[in-house]
């Protein structure tokens, strides 16, 4: 990569606005010079990047918070509170993997019962009833979610409860989250997807290296720039991409019965693969319809996906139905019934 493709490639990322090039041909020409290691002290990068978000936005700054994630020092990054609340209503949340899909240890995996809201493009878990003018509390922050390229879906192999969504994030982390009715199941699974499908931006290019290891692209929680029609053509090509690389994939096996680290990487690139293709495909399914209702108020989207599903009673007007283009631009809805994320432990 070339320092002007770094450049262009944080092009309008600070916020909205471009980063100073010789900050960047600085930082360019330090990595080119001193490579960046895979393993490194997540807690020093972490504390870092808090030092230039603080200097950055100084102590003056109105209505902006920091969301942390003790695993994703990407995560601590400002978030507006003034986006637009999408729905809200009471779930039931149990931690199912973190991040990378490692298996929740087993003392974390309890159901908690929260007030959840949806608001831009982060569900937060509250312990009190949502009130719109009340400021969010350090313990809803430090339980939010951030939803930008995830996906949910109905927890179809979790049996021990009804009414079960599955959310896996950008991050690879799963939840379960337990609604009081199918209806607000469905409805939760809709809007989660609607607010994904819009407002993710474009994922950034592979790393590129010399390590046989996979690694995941890094997908940005920043809000796409894209009109809605850019928006679904950006889909669709990326759905095109993944598609020939999982047919490119299984065309060359790893033998069964190995035990390796290469059978292993070719699992995982192979869910991966497999996950980003039903992600993609529900995307531009919302995205297809909701272009088609021309219409940014959620019932009517749900009321059009019901049709278009079969006049499915569970996808009936909910409750907590803004209109899209306030605030945030529009959101879309979700494949109801899909689920097709793969093996989660």
Not at 117 to 135: C, F, S
Not at 229 to 245: D, G, I, P, W
Not at 296 to 325: C, F, M, N, V, Y
């Amino acid at each position: 990569m070339s320092c002007q493709q770094f450049i262009a490639n944080l092009d309008q990322l600070n916020d909205g606005q471009d980063f100073a090039k010789d900050l960047l041909k600085t930082l360019y020409n330090s990595i080119k010079n001193e490579k960046l290691e895979w393993a490194i002290d997540e807690d020093e990068l972490r504390k870092s990047l808090s030092e230039l978000v603080d200097d950055k936005f100084g102590t003056g700054t109105k209505k902006v918070t920091r969301i942390l994630d003790g695993s994703n020092p990407f995560l601590d990054v400002p978030q507006a509170l003034s986006a637009t609340t999408y729905k809200h209503g009471v779930l039931t949340r149990k931690t199912h993997a973190d991040m990378d899909g490692k298996r929740t240890p087993r003392g974390r995996r309890g159901w908690k019962k929260f007030y959840a809201v949806l608001k831009g493009t982060i569900l937060y878990l509250q312990k009190d009833e949502y009130r719109p003018d009340k400021a969010l509390s350090e313990g809803d922050l430090k339980n939010a979610i951030r939803v930008h390229h995830a996906l949910a879906t109905r927890a179809s192999d979790y049996s021990k409860k009804s009414n079960v969504l599955k959310l896996k994030t950008a991050d690879w982390r799963v939840f379960l989250f337990q609604a009081p009715s199918k209806e607000e199941m469905l409805s939760w699974i809709l809007r989660i997807n609607l607010v994904a499908a819009i407002f993710s931006a474009p994922a950034f290019p592979a790393a590129v290296s010399s390590m046989k290891k996979f690694c995941r692209p890094l997908l940005p929680s920043c809000t796409t720039r894209l009109c809605q029609e850019e928006q679904l053509r950006s889909h669709e090509n990326k759905l095109r991409q993944v598609t020939a690389e999982l047919a490119e994939h299984r065309c060359h096996p790893v033998e069964r019965g190995i035990k390796s680290k290469e059978a292993e990487e070719n699992r995982l690139k192979e869910h991966y693969l497999t996950f980003e293709k039903s992600r993609y495909e529900t995307y531009i399914h919302l995205l297809a319809v909701k272009i088609k209702v021309g219409s940014d108020d959620l019932e009517w989207i749900e009321a059009r996906l019901a049709t278009l599903e079969g006049d499915d009673p569970s996808l009936r007007k909910t409750h907590s139905s803004p209109a899209l283009s306030q605030g945030h631009g529009t959101v879309t809805g979700s494949k109801a019934t899909r689920d097709n994320t793969g093996p989660d432990t």
